[in-house]
């Protein structure tokens, strides 16, 4: 993994954390600083539209609110550390919103108000995949998100684009 690769806002429990502490104490001096987290921070919520939209457009022609599976949820690939995880945020936002959430997170046993499910459990009941984080499990699962009407790829695991959207 590529420090620099783009993906759903930066997380953890020291990356994400630390730069407001060296901002509070020099304002004057960290401009950069401050500007680089509003951008990693609105990012987030820049994924949470994304989806919000497929799900809309999606809803629009099953005639019904989709099921919106999030694969992964740690704050990085393969770990399992939830803390400060802009896809935990992401999961519940949405959930809170009234989206129907499948939560898979193959490093986590439980995550309070979510459910989580295993990945096959998740490409069987889903209309909508959204891959947050690249975990090695999940490369094997493009064969089995082939069907879905969407595909909202933010961390550069699937072959096929961004967003892409099946005909």
């Not at 129907?100 to 986590?108: D, F, G, Q, W, Y």
């Amino acid at each position: 993994m590529s420090i620099l690769e783009a993906g759903i806002g930066v997380g953890g429990h020291c990356i994400a954390v630390d730069p407001w502490f060296i901002t509070s104490e020099f304002p004057e001096m960290t401009q950069l600083i401050q500007t680089a987290r509003k951008v990693n921070l609105g990012k987030t919520s820049w994924v949470i539209s994304q989806i919000t939209q497929s799900a809309e457009m999606l809803a629009e022609q099953l005639g019904r609110k989709p099921k919106v599976a999030l694969f992964g949820l740690a704050y990085k690939p393969n770990v399992a550390d939830l803390r400060e995880s802009p896809a935990v945020e992401i999961a519940y936002e949405l959930h809170h919103s009234g989206h129907s959430v499948i939560c898979v997170e193959p490093h986590a046993q439980s995550l309070d108000d979510l459910t989580l499910s295993s990945a096959e459990e998740a490409c069987q009941t889903a209309d909508l995949c959204v891959m947050l984080v690249k975990h090695d499990q999940f490369r094997a699962l493009e064969e089995k998100l082939q069907p879905f009407h969407i595909k909202l790829d933010f961390c550069g695991l699937l072959q096929v684009s961004h967003n892409q959207v099946s005909q």
